[in-house]
C-alpha cells in the first residue's frame, strides 16, 4: 500500500512541476556582477541559476552575418549607427557595458552547446525588408540545425513574417508570436506553438490562458519584473514568465 501511495505521491508532484510556471531570463541573467544584456556571460549565468530559458535578440549585418543586439541601432565611435546597415567585423569590435565584445550568433551558439540546463529563445527582430527577414531565418535555422540544437532552440518575433516563415521552412519548430494583436486561435491556424504577449495583453484577455491551453498552446508573459504582476500571472497559470528578475519570480513561486 505504502508503494502505491509513494508511486501516485511521484506522479502527482511530477505533473505539478510540469504545470508550474517556468522562468525565461529576458536578455540573459544580466542583473548580476560581471554580465550584460545579451552577453555570453548573461547566458552562462543564466545556466547557472538553471532556470528554464535565456532569451536573446538577432540582427543580421549588412554583410549577412547574425549577430547578438537587442536595439536597433548602437553606438560607435561616438555616432549611432544601424546594426542592419553595418558589416559584422566592426559590430563585434564594439565592446557591452561588462567589457565583452558584441557576439555573432555562432559564438552565442558555440557557448549555448556547452550548458547544461537551459533552453535558448531567439528573437529575431524586425527588419526594413522581406528579403532581410528571410534571409535572417534561414541563415539562424541553418546554423541551429548544423550545430545540433534543434531539439534546445525555440523561437520568437514581434514580425508575423518571421513566425510564418519559421513554421513554413521548421514546422517542427517551437514558435511564438510577440505582438499581442492575435488571438489564440488565430495562432492555432498559423502553426504557432502558442502566444507570447506582454502582460498587459494577458490582463486585459486572461481567457486567453485558458482558450489556449484548452487549444493545446503554450502562454508566455514578457517582460514581468514588478511582484504583484508576477504574482498575477502565477494566477493565471501562464507557463512562462519572461523577466529581468529571475530569481525574483523564482522565490514567488
Given at each position: 500500500m505504502r508503494k502505491i501511495v509513494s508511486l501516485f505521491s511521484l506522479l502527482f508532484l511530477a505533473q505539478f512541476i510540469m504545470a508550474q510556471?517556468?522562468?525565461?531570463?529576458?536578455?540573459g541573467y544580466w542583473k548580476t556582477d560581471g554580465s550584460a544584456q545579451n552577453s555570453?556571460?548573461?547566458?552562462?549565468?543564466?545556466?547557472?541559476?538553471?532556470?528554464?530559458?535565456?532569451e536573446v535578440d538577432v540582427w543580421i549585418s549588412r554583410d549577412g552575418i547574425p549577430v547578438v543586439n537587442h536595439d536597433e541601432s548602437i553606438f560607435y565611435n561616438g555616432s549611432k549607427i544601424l546594426v542592419q546597415d553595418t558589416d559584422a567585423k566592426i559590430l563585434k569590435s564594439i565592446k557591452l557595458s561588462n567589457g565583452e565584445n558584441m557576439p555573432t550568433l555562432k559564438e552565442y551558439l558555440r557557448t549555448f552547446?556547452?550548458?547544461?540546463?537551459?533552453?535558448?529563445?531567439?528573437?529575431?527582430?524586425?527588419?526594413?525588408?522581406?528579403?532581410q527577414e528571410d534571409l535572417l531565418t534561414k541563415k539562424v535555422l541553418k546554423m541551429v540545425r548544423k550545430m545540433k540544437l534543434e531539439d534546445r532552440v525555440e523561437y520568437i518575433s514581434f514580425g508575423l513574417n518571421f513566425t510564418t516563415k519559421l513554421i513554413h521552412l521548421n514546422p517542427k519548430a517551437k514558435v511564438y508570436y510577440l505582438n499581442g494583436d492575435l488571438s489564440p486561435k488565430v495562432m492555432k491556424e498559423i502553426g504557432a506553438s502558442g502566444i507570447d504577449y506582454h502582460y498587459s495583453v494577458i490582463q486585459a484577455h486572461p481567457e486567453w490562458v485558458k482558450l489556449s491551453h484548452d487549444l493545446g498552446l503554450k502562454v508566455n508573459a514578457w517582460t514581468v519584473n514588478k511582484p504583484e504582476i508576477i504574482q498575477q500571472m502565477i494566477d493565471l497559470k501562464v507557463d512562462f514568465i519572461t523577466t529581468d528578475e529571475p530569481l525574483l519570480v523564482r522565490k514567488m513561486l
Open positions: 510556471t517556468q522562468i525565461i531570463a529576458h536578455r555570453i556571460t548573461a547566458l552562462e549565468k543564466a545556466d547557472s541559476i538553471a532556470v528554464f530559458g535565456s552547446k556547452k550548458t547544461k540546463n537551459i533552453k535558448l529563445i531567439i528573437e529575431l527582430k524586425k527588419h526594413r525588408t522581406k528579403e
